[in-house]
């Protein structure tokens, strides 16, 4: 007898894996050739080869006992001085091991991180549309998630009712930009607008919010738009970083969250996000990929191919009709349903062998969610049937 939590989690689990094994289900009914599948966002991108090395030199010249042993529960301490090293180069800001703690990737940073802050019965805010799990990690800490309402025009955050829906019992605020599933990335006015409403409403209640600045596709980003670093900001910032997108590792499980020094109660929250990581299993983030990450922290994936595949599939689906934000950053584009319904919309895209997610997993029903993290020749093939789904509906 399973957990009666578990129960109705396990029947609400994934949509968008329920589509991927969709997807292997056609593939044998169809054939490989007519099936598009735009469901899932596992990068199809290799990773740069300066990881590989990094990883061969790893194996073949670190100490084995020292490579395969435990460590601090934060991860090793010259990595996380790397990393932050890295970071002050980048956006300016003065971090050092002590404000970095290694993670099992993006997921494992955010579990750890809600895990620190998060009392059961408090309030989590997130902005649709949004990553769906965020909904289950608030929950693992009997969170309360609050959701503010898409602003349909841009896609950016509704500021104006996120300050409406900040309670007494908010606790964290949690933001993703460049944003899956929409591909937006949160301007700078946005960002600062967005850290006045918090201050605002920290002094209001005298307590603090926290901001969870989710961000694993920081590096993905097509336009000359700069993604602000958000603890410049806002002192109250976490950042959660993740290997998985940036350098296309989503199976090895390596992270970072940045907890800078500013921060109210920095001491505890470090000092507990430690323990978190310890005891919600994972004990520290996977140790050859610290090694091996700080040998090629500079390496980027090419994401010149991503770039290709954004602009034909914005290009051609607005020229058959369809409505959709110009997708900047991530390997997201987040397409209207032309009649409205976003699952009546999947399911007549799946009659014609294509896979896309409808957007009420988001928290934003009448649209649906394409991953364009796929071959280009894919893309191009598909677009006959995205024809002929639009005149189904026009
Ligand atoms: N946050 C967002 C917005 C994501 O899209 C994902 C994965 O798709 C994650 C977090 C989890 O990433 P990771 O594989 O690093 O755990």
């Known amino acids: 007898m399973i957990a009666s939590k578990m129960e109705g989690l396990v029947k609400k689990s994934s949509v968008i894996r329920a589509m991927f094994e969709e997807g292997k289900r056609l593939e044998k009914e169809i054939g490989k050739e007519n099936v598009f599948d735009f469901s899932l966002g596992n990068p199809s991108v290799n990773p740069p080869s300066e990881v590989k090395e990094a990883l061969i030199d790893t194996i073949n010249n670190e100490d084995e006992n020292f490579l395969h042993g435990y460590m601090n529960n934060c991860g090793y301490e010259d990595v996380r001085s790397y990393i932050a090293n890295s970071l002050n180069k980048r956006f300016d800001t003065s971090f050092n091991e002590n404000n ?83 591909g937006v990335i949160y301007s700078e006015e946005t960002i600062i607008k967005l850290a006045e409403i918090l201050d605002k409403k920290s002094k209001e209640y005298g307590k603090v919010i926290y901001l969870i600045s989710d961000e694993p596709y920081r590096e993905l980003v097509y336009t000359d738009d700069k993604v602000p670093y958000v603890t410049k900001y806002y002192k109250d910032t976490v950042v959660g970083y993740s290997y998985s997108k940036s350098l296309s590792l989503p199976g090895e499980r390596i992270g970072y969250l940045v907890i800078p020094s500013e921060m109210t109660c920095y001491k505890d929250v470090f000092d507990a996000a430690g323990v978190a990581n310890r005891i919600l299993g994972f004990v520290n983030a996977p140790s050859i990929m610290q090694r091996a990450i700080i040998k090629c922290l500079d390496a980027k994936v090419d994401v010149e191919i991503y770039n290709k595949n954004r602009i034909y599939l914005y290009e051609n689906l607005t020229r058959i009709g369809y409505e959709c934000v110009e997708p900047k950053g991530a390997f997201y584009l987040f397409v209207k349903a032309p009649q409205g319904d976003d699952v009546v919309f999947a399911n007549e895209a799946k009659k014609h062998g294509i896979l896309i997610v409808p957007g009420s997993s988001f928290g934003c029903q009448g649209y649906c969610r394409l991953a364009y993290c796929v071959d280009y020749e894919k893309i191009v093939n598909s677009m006959s049937g995205f024809e002929k789904v639009f005149k189904r509906f026009v």
Not at 129 to 134: A, I, L, R, S
Not at 137 to 166: A, C, H, R
């Open 100 to 182: 970095i703690i290694m993670t099992v990737g993006a997921a494992g940073g955010l579990n750890v991180i809600l895990k620190t802050l998060i009392n059961p019965g408090e309030e989590v805010i997130v902005f649709a549309p949004f990553f769906g799990e965020y909904s289950n990690y608030i929950n693992n800490y009997d969170g309360v998630q609050v959701v503010v309402e898409p602003n349909m025009e841009t896609f950016q955050p509704n500021l104006e009712e996120f300050e409406k829906k900040i309670t007494s019992n908010t606790k964290a605020v949690i933001i993703n930009t460049p944003n899956n599933p929409t």
